[in-house]
C-alpha cells in the first residue's frame, strides 16, 4: 500500500515538468489534476504561468487531459481557456478515471503521465492504473475540509516514504 502512494517523481509546481523532461520519458499526454494543481481551489481562471505552460506543451505536440474529481461546472470554464479535454466526476483513485481519460488523448498508460497535489487520489490513482504519477506541492494552503483532513496523513506516508512536501509539513 505504501508503495502505491510513492509518486514516481515530485516536482515543485506543474510548471516545472520540462518539455525535454516529458521528450525523455516518453510522456506524449498530460492527466493534470485541477484544484490545488492547476489552480487555487475552485477557482475558475487559470494564472498566466499555467496558460503559458500549457500552451507551450500543446504546441510542442503534448496532449492535455484535465482529470479532476470536482464537477462539470467547475472544470468546463478552464476547458475553455486551455483548450483541452476533461474528465471531471473522475472518481480517482479509480483506475477506470485513468481509462478513460487516456482513451480521450488516444494514449495508452505508458505513454501518458499524471499529476496532482494529493498522494490518496492523483498519486495512488496513477499508480493503480500503471500511469507515471508526478507529485506537486499544493497551489495554496487554502484547502476545502475533507482535503485539510487528509493532509497530516499524507504527511505520515510522505514521511515513511522519504518524501520531502514542504506544504504537507
Ligand atoms: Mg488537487
Redesign the pocket.
Known sequence: MLKRLRPCAQMKRLDDISLTYLQEHGIRGLLI?????LTEDNRLEVDSWAQQYLHKIQAAGIKVCLLSNNNSERVRPLTEQLGCKALAKAGKPSKNAYGKALSLLGLNRKEAAAV???LF??VLGANRAGVWSILVE?ISPKEIMI?RIKRPLEWLVCKWNHIEMSRTK
Open positions: 489534476d485541477v484544484d490545488n494543481t496532482g497535489d494529493q487520489t492523483d499544493p482535503v
